[in-house]
Nanobody, 126 residues
């Protein structure tokens, strides 16, 4: 079983940056596809970005259209951590951000992920 812990959220002004971290324990994170998701009040959880394992599509990435060009997902296997660098933040990015993992190929469906962290709050003020 994999335990995930997100950190790095906070309050930032529009145009600012944050870097979220997702640290895994119990298993090696490099063996899993990892997704970042977010959920705003009153809205469904949505995918933000994902990163594959090296054995599946060579560690390929995808991004939701709403964050493309502003967010970057990356891995540090030595630290068993996946990051989400968020730049040019907008008020509409305000949400609880979650990381999640699944074995196998990278997909964007929320329901396909097996293990989830508790989330970290990101608030962007205008």
């Amino acid at each position: 079983q994999v335990q995930l812990a997100e950190s790095g959220g906070g309050l930032v002004q529009a145009g600012g940056s944050l870097r979220l971290s997702c640290v895994a324990s119990g298993r090696t994170l490099s063996s899993y596809a990892v997704g970042w998701f977010r959920q705003a009040p009153g809205k469904e959880r949505e995918v933000v970005a994902g990163i594959a394992t090296l054995s599946w599509s060579g560690g390929g990435r995808f991004y939701a259209d709403s964050v493309k060009g502003r967010f970057t997902i990356s891995r540090d296997n030595a630290k068993n951590t996946v990051y989400l660098q968020m730049n040019s933040l907008k008020p509409e990015d305000t949400a609880i951000y979650y990381c999640a993992v699944r074995a196998g190929r990278l997909v964007d469906a929320v329901s396909s992920y097996d293990y989830w962290g508790q989330g970290t709050q990101v608030t962007v003020s205008s």
